[in-house]
């Protein structure tokens, strides 16, 4: 199995540009989220979707918006790129309710806003 | 709000050493706590996890750790560092005490573990 699948890998863009990072779960998961990475902040939630058809904002959640298009896929979308947005974005699913509370990874999208 | 601190942002041991990664959590309610390693250009994966059943928890790679109430905390340890345990360390806790989330975790600020032969 694939697990969870972000596209694309890398991406720069000049600030003021739009942008969509795209993610996929073939585990049946209910549940899928959307963190940043930045150097000395761990990983921040910038919005999840509990169960497909519901979205809720996380920790970080301005300049974002999201869809969950169905169970299987998750995007994020940048509207108008800022240089503050230059991070690492990793998409992740888990069960949700109940169950072991595990969080699957994608391997990251790494976006640079110039 | 549940939160964790990771005292330590770079911890260095020799091939063959102890590996101690330090975690503090801050929860009103029992917490349930997480430790994830992440290599190199790559996502997080889980090593173990805290959900009140044992105080001690072992988990992948012969990693484990100990929940203490009460210095509230849950340091990560191995006992004998490999040079493949090299990656970034996160601790981690369920953001909502509350909530049925299990996924919305809020994570401390990482420590980079560096393994010398």
């Known amino acids: 199995n694939a697990g969870v699948t972000q596209t694309p890998k890398f991406q720069v863009l000049k600030t003021g540009q739009s942008m969509t990072l795209q993610c996929a779960q073939d585990?049946?998961?209910?549940?899928m989220y959307w963190y940043r990475q930045d150097p000395g902040m761990g990983l921040r939630l910038i919005y999840y979707?509990?169960?497909?058809?519901?979205?809720d904002k996380g920790e970080v959640p301005n300049g974002y918006n999201v869809s969950r298009l169905n169970k299987r896929e998750f995007s994020l979308r940048l509207e108008s790129a800022a240089p503050s947005q230059t991070s690492v974005y990793f998409c992740?699913?888990?069960?949700?309710?109940?169950?072991?509370?595990?969080?699957?990874f994608g391997e990251g999208s790494r976006l640079t806003v110039l | 709000a549940q939160s964790v601190t990771q005292l330590g942002s770079h911890v260095s041991v020799s091939e063959g050493a102890l590996v101690l990664l330090r975690c503090n959590y801050s929860s009103s309610v029992p917490p349930y706590l997480f430790w994830y390693v992440q290599y190199p250009n790559q996502g997080l994966q889980l090593l173990l996890k805290y959900t009140s059943a044992a105080t001690l928890v072992k988990g992948i790679n012969g990693f484990e750790a100990e929940f203490k109430k009460s210095e509230t905390s849950f340091h990560l340890t191995k006992p004998s560092a490999h040079m493949s345990d090299a990656a970034e360390y996160f601790c981690?806790?369920?953001?909502?005490?509350?909530?049925?989330?299990?996924?919305?975790?809020?994570f401390g600020q990482g420590t980079i573990l560096t393994v010398h032969p």
């Open positions: 981690a806790t369920k953001g909502d005490a509350g909530g049925t989330s299990y996924g919305k975790l809020t």
């Open positions: 585990m049946n998961h209910n549940s």
């Open positions: 979707s509990a169960s497909e058809g519901t979205t």
């Open positions: 992740a699913s888990s069960t949700g309710t109940g169950g072991r509370g595990e969080l699957f």
